[in-house]
């Protein structure tokens, strides 16, 4: 499998915004969910949010409406817009594709992970 590129970190300050942007192949793009996820120095790999191939979008209760998943099917692109940022934001933030989202409520879901991982792209959030 050809693994998905992401881009669009850097540094900025407290209350910016970014886009990450992540590339993946076509035939995994179309036909799976996608998700991104974050990993701070120290910490476990954590879910962020996840989007469905119908574009159904589900987050992880701590995004408090400050992130926005997306996705441009005809560019084989996902995106995360990040509003509002705090330095807890600070992380390398990775997407996923190929995997599935297992189940979900209005408040909870559970995202499967395939092995498709990118290369991380890092967000420092400080003054």
């Known amino acids: 499998q050809v693994q998905p590129v992401e881009s669009g970190g850097g540094l900025v300050q407290p209350g910016d915004s970014l886009r990450l942007s992540c590339v993946a192949s076509?035939?995994?793009?179309?036909?799976?969910?996608m998700a991104w996820y974050r990993q701070a120095p120290g910490n476990q790999r954590e879910l962020v949010a996840a989007?469905?191939?119908?574009?159904?979008?589900h987050y992880t209760a701590w995004v408090e409406g400050r992130f926005t998943i997306s996705r441009e099917n005809a560019k084989n692109t996902m995106y995360l817009q990040m509003n509002d940022l705090k330095p807890e934001d600070t992380a390398v933030y990775y997407c996923n594709t190929g995997g599935s989202v297992t189940w979900y409520t209005a408040t909870s879901f559970h995202y499967s992970p395939s092995e498709n991982w990118g290369q991380g792209t890092q967000v420092t959030v400080s003054s």
């Open positions: 989007i469905s191939t119908g574009s159904t979008t």
């Open positions: 076509g035939s995994i793009f179309s036909s799976n969910a």
